[in-house]
């Protein structure tokens, strides 16, 4: 049996601590790169969701009424999409494709304010057309009809998974 010096077997492990610790730290450059070039990484999203900041997007293949639609969003644990800020917004429009979209803005009648499905009141980001009780992605922007109109719709989700950021984790292919 051979014995070795308990100097060295520190002195290899101080190296590969040395080792692992500069690997983290080109790591971190490296996210730092990515982010300066692309903006920020985004959360994973199962399946047909799309990311954006912390949240997932599901656009919908199918066309139904929006009480359908929102109550399809609620068996994916999601409810219809409502977007924060114009570049949510600008997102969203960005991936419906050519085909209007129900999202989260509904309101009682004309008269009442515009509300999200969580109940919090529609912020006026954007101004919404049309007299109807419930809103909708096109391509111009916010429109609303009557809750019966078949339409796709868009769900959304907050997730608190891993946070990935694709150009970083392909790096060796």
């Known amino acids: 049996m051979v ?3 308990p100097c060295l077997v520190q002195g290899h492990l101080y190296l590969v601590l040395q080792v692992f610790e500069i690997d983290i730290l080109i790591f971190i450059f490296s ?4 982010i300066e070039r692309h903006g ?16 997932c997007f599901y656009f919908s293949e199918d066309m139904r009424n ?4 929102r109550t399809s969003c609620i068996t994916l644990e999601a409810h219809l999409a409502q977007f924060e800020s114009l570049e949510e917004l600008d997102f969203l429009r960005t991936h419906m494709g050519p085909f209007n979209h129900w999202i989260g803005l ?3 009648s004309q008269e009442q304010p515009w509300r999200w499905t969580d109940n919090t009141e529609y912020n006026k980001i954007v101004l919404t057309r049309g ?6 992605l096109s391509d111009i922007g916010i429109s609303s009809a009557r ?8 769900c959304s989700k907050s997730n608190r998974s891993t946070v990935q950021c694709p150009e ?3 790096q060796g292919e």
């Open 31 to 34: 996210v730092k790169k990515v």
């Open 3 to 5: 014995s070795r010096h």
């Open 168 to 170: 970083i984790l392909n």
């Open 106 to 108: 509904h309101r009682e």
């Open 131 to 136: 007299e109807g009780e419930c809103g909708y």
């Open 40 to 55: 920020p990484c985004y959360d994973t999203c199962p399946g047909k969701w799309i990311g954006f900041g912390s949240k």
């Open 66 to 69: 929006w009480t359908f639609s």
């Open 147 to 154: 809750d019966y109109t078949h339409r796709k719709w868009i």
